[in-house]
């Protein structure tokens, strides 16, 4: 049975705009390759579009669709080798930064990230990466497989790119020894939970243009049930909007993803929380060309 089509983000809420016009381009990716415990990140995309067709339009503060959104038809990311979904997602990003466009990449599996930060690599301007997980995924590999998504960061890491984590909870020897040893900067969540959102949470010396890879599993596991490896002791709704605002001040989001999102049939919330995520962290990226300095 061929299942229906995708409805575009916000759906008529905003006019959809084309694909060259729109600043805003929405790349749905169902890559569902390695899965650790729970099943399910290839109807993450799916789930994230339908429960946006809920949301309001205006932000509380504007209206971040209006810069032009086109949602793409989603990559299906079912080949035998992951390096050719990993090209696929690459292809889709560099056309949309090709447009000065904003690629919002939704997963399916962390692994995606990998893919979507090859043309940011490729580019020539330093752009660090902001990771938002209840794991530190720095693992060499897990289960033989070096593409698996407990490795996303360590092959991050291989690529060159400046990276820090946010809400991290729950992580092996190898990867707190590779953090020590790499000085990997980090605000874990206890230290969050304990100390407050530092004004500043990223280095004076991080590149100024940032992309953001959001696990939702970053979330505490009661807000958040939803994804395949669920963390009690994650960040709660304004924790992580705070976080996201803290960490986008004086600096420029130029891609996202959120991924990691494994719907739970009949139950909404988590569906609709991440698209909520997905519509602020738009809103972060085009309500300034850069967000205002540092106070
Ligand atoms: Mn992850």
Redesign the pocket.
């Known amino acids: 049975m061929e299942k229906s089509a995708y409805p575009a983000f916000l759906g008529l809420d905003i006019t959809p705009a084309s694909y060259d016009e729109a600043r805003i381009h929405i790349i749905p990716v169902e890559m569902e390759k390695s899965v650790s415990y729970g099943s399910g990140t290839a109807a993450g995309p799916r789930a994230i579009l339908e429960a946006s067709l809920q949301l309001e339009a205006f932000d509380g503060s504007a209206v971040p669709g209006q810069a032009g959104m086109h949602t793409h038809k989603p990559l299906p990311c079912r080949s035998a080798a992951v390096e050719h979904d990993l090209d696929a997602i690459a292809a889709e990003v560099a056309g949309v930064l090709n447009k000065k466009g904003l690629p919002v990449i939704l997963g399916g599996e962390?692994t995606v990230t990998l893919g979507a930060l090859r043309p940011f690599a490729a580019g020539n301007k330093r752009v660090g990466v902001v990771?938002f997980?209840?794991?530190a995924?720095l693992r060499e590999s897990y289960g033989g497989n070096r593409f698996s998504?407990?490795c996303?960061?360590r092959r991050v890491h291989e690529m060159g790119l400046p990276f820090v984590q946010i809400g991290v909870r729950s992580l092996c020897q190898e990867e707190d020894r590779f953090r020590r040893g790499h000085n990997i900067v980090c605000l874990d969540a206890e230290q969050i939970y304990r100390g407050g959102i530092p004004a500043a949470p990223l280095p004076d010396d991080f590149p100024e243009q940032i992309y953001i890879t959001f696990?939702v599993?970053c979330f505490d596991a009661a807000l958040m049930p939803a994804t395949g490896t669920p963390e009690p002791g994650g960040l709660n709704w304004y924790q992580a909007m705070d976080l996201l605002g803290a960490v986008c001040r004086g600096r420029q989001l130029c891609g996202f993803d959120v991924?990691?999102l494994a719907p739970i049939p009949a139950l909404h919330g988590p569906d609709y929380t991440a698209a909520k995520l997905v519509y602020r962290l738009i809103g972060l990226a085009v309500s300034a060309e850069k967000q205002p300095g540092k106070q």
């Open positions: 962390h990771q997980d209840a794991h995924d998504h407990a996303v960061m696990d599993d991924v990691e």
